[in-house]
């Protein structure tokens, strides 16, 4: 049994970041900041989920910190961010901004990536200037938008009130989660993750989600119970790609294919197949490659144009990128990958 809050060895333990720092967002609220990599690399921003902390993203911190600086900061209540009675979508979007400011030079650009409530995140704050400023394309992994606890298929039966009722009650449990014991294993692999996740897969992701204070837990399960941000979407006027595992109880399919219908700029919609809610852990390396290929398409220059404003910082702030797009929506390619499992294998 652990209530360590994160595995200490293996791809999915933390690396050490070249600093950290505290945030401040616009109520008070103190947000835990990492940067890696090179300063002077092209920007990744990372924004992880319920009950998730920064250790969510360490085998992406761990690739993409090679050649790009990676911002990974940590929900508020969530990780080292100290718990705020403040719960709600505007709160989260003030906490983006609030990082963005912080960790990104005057139009900087970076590629955003959110899985679940950081998905969320990022739609929540679409219309705010520092997304708008430095938001040059984003991923959303494993999201949704609206109508989350009716379409969760975690209790297996027939959509309806029954089993609205009993996700709401099981997701919002106020119960302890306790330390992280074979069945605590399996409950979580269940509900989020592939049948055929390798075992380290498993513990990575129940270390990170045990840690997660009660409260926090509840606090923030009933902001995404009520979740509606279907505005946030048409808002995202930047280059989005979005991946979904098709065996997510908690974001089925459906929400993936509803955001890539929606979305201005939808340049890709993969879906996994077999593949749970916990896509970064799930399938690493094809999410690193998504972001890498994203700020490979839509960030070139980005090093030659930070190390100018390094060099010169009263220069005057680069012109917004050509790349974003305010086109009618439209359907985007679905992709299909297939993704070895602990059962493939």
């Known amino acids: 049994m652990s209530r ?13 970041p070249a600093h950290e720092l505290t945030v401040t967002s616009a109520d008070g609220a103190r947000l835990h900041v990492e940067v890696h990599g090179p300063e002077n690399a092209p920007a990744v921003v990372l ?17 993409l910190a090679a050649d790009h600086r990676v911002v990974a900061y940590d929900q508020r209540g969530h990780g080292r961010s100290p718990a705020n009675p403040a719960y709600g979508t505007e709160p989260l979007a003030d906490d983006l901004e609030a990082v963005l400011k912080a960790t990104l030079a005057p139009g900087e650009q970076a590629v955003i990536a959110g899985h679940s409530m950081g998905g969320m995140t990022l739609m929540a704050a679409a219309t705010r200037p520092a997304v708008r400023e430095h938001a040059a394309a984003v991923l959303l992994c494993s999201t949704g938008s609206a109508r989350l606890v009716p379409s969760a298929t975690v209790v297996p039966l027939r959509e309806g009130r029954v089993r609205t009722w009993l996700t709401r009650r099981i997701l919002g449990s106020r119960a302890p989660l306790g330390p992280v014991t074979p069945a605590a294993r399996r409950i979580l692999k269940y509900g989020t993750m592939s049948p055929g996740s390798a075992p380290d897969m498993v513990e990575a992701c129940a270390r990170i989600v045990h840690a997660c204070p009660r409260r926090v837990r509840y606090g923030w399960s009933h902001v995404l119970d009520l979740l509606d941000l279907d505005h946030g979407v048409r808002e995202l006027r930047m280059p989005v790609e979005v991946v979904v595992g098709t065996a997510d109880r ?21 879906e996994l197949p077999g593949l749970g809610h916990m ?11 998504k972001i890498r290929a994203l700020a490979a398409a839509h960030m070139s220059g980005a090093r030659d144009e930070r190390s100018a404003r390094t060099a010169a910082p009263t220069a005057a702030p680069t012109a917004a990128p050509t790349g974003v797009q305010t086109a009618a929506a439209q359907t985007a390619p679905v992709q299909t990958a297939a993704v070895q499992t602990e059962e493939s294998a």
């Open 47 to 63: 924004s992880h989920g319920w009950c998730c902390s920064t250790a969510f993203w360490a085998a992406q911190i761990r690739e």
């Open 279 to 289: 896509t970064p852990v799930e399938a690493p390396d094809l999410v690193t490659g």
């Open 4 to 16: 360590l809050p994160h595995v200490a060895d293996g791809p999915y333990a933390p690396p050490v």
């Open 250 to 270: 908690l974001t089925p399919p459906v929400h993936a294919r509803a955001l890539a219908a929606a979305l201005p700029d939808c340049v890709g919609l993969t």
